[in-house]
């Protein structure tokens, strides 16, 4: 069982990123349910703003969409900025709108069987606006959310403390990071034995219309 983790932080590597110590702990989490994962910084990548699986000249997507279809699990991490997901995850999610054309040869998304969440950092309002945004995008292409399927911590109002200073936080946000690593590796070993039915059979299970009288 394999996580990718797209750490949607605005801060080249080597740069100090909360989001960044965020995911840490849900890998460290999904270790400890058997999962091993990676961590990819999409800006450090030459990532083009489009809606394909390949915007070419060069487009570093194609090599993380690559890993994102290798992994079981995939989380998509990322700061908070005027109570919305940071740029950089909208731009992912823009280039996820591709998959809602690839399928496979029964006809299923390819991101059908692979769980996702969300992992949110800041120090402003927003966390669940933001979560909400992401889980149902990435839902729409395919994915599948656990329960309790995100983690977040924000900062008090009004103040610039971030989460790489204020330090992990076991009895709220470590609480959350553990579902959602408990959960999320859960569901991804049931899809993975239980695979979703192919369109074909969705429909014969559906039956035919009737007609109202």
Same mark, same amino acid.
Request: charged content about 20%; overall charge negative.
């Given at each position: 069982?394999?996580?990718l983790v797209l750490n949607c932080t605005r801060k080249p590597s080597?740069? !100090?990123? #909360? #989001? /960044?110590?965020?995911v840490r702990e849900v890998l460290a989490e999904l270790a400890r349910q058997g999962v091993d994962g990676e961590i990819v910084r *999409? *800006?450090?990548h030459d990532v083009r703003f489009g809606v394909s699986t390949? /915007?070419?000249?060069?487009?570093?997507?194609?090599? &993380?969409?690559? =890993?994102?279809?290798?992994?079981?699990?995939?989380? *998509?991490?990322?700061? &908070?900025?005027?109570?919305?997901?940071a740029s950089v995850a909208k731009m992912v999610l823009e280039r996820l709108d591709a998959e809602l054309s690839e399928t496979?040869? /029964?006809?299923?998304?390819?991101?059908?069987?692979k769980v996702a969440g969300v992992a949110v950092v800041g120090n402003e309002d927003g966390a669940?606006? #933001? &979560?909400? /945004? *992401?889980?149902a995008a990435l839902n729409e292409v395919g994915f599948t959310v656990a329960a309790a399927g995100a983690t977040y911590w924000v900062g008090e109002a009004l103040h610039t403390l971030d989460y790489r200073d204020a330090g992990p936080k076991p009895d709220t946000t470590g609480? !959350? !990071? =553990?579902?959602?690593a408990l959960n #999320?590796?859960?569901?991804?070993?049931?899809l993975a034995d239980q695979p979703y039915p192919p369109p074909e059979a969705q429909s014969a299970a559906v039956g035919p219309s009737r007609e109202r009288a």
């Open positions: 069982m394999r996580a080597p740069a !100090t990123s #909360s #989001s /960044e110590q965020l *999409v *800006v450090d390949d /915007e070419g000249h060069g487009d570093g997507w194609p090599a &993380i969409r690559a =890993k994102l279809l290798a992994a079981q699990i995939l989380i *998509v991490a990322m700061p &908070i900025w005027l109570g919305q997901p496979d040869d /029964e006809g299923r998304l390819l991101p059908y069987g669940h606006h #933001s &979560i909400a /945004e *992401v889980q609480r !959350t !990071t =553990k579902a959602l #999320s590796a859960h569901l991804a070993r049931l």
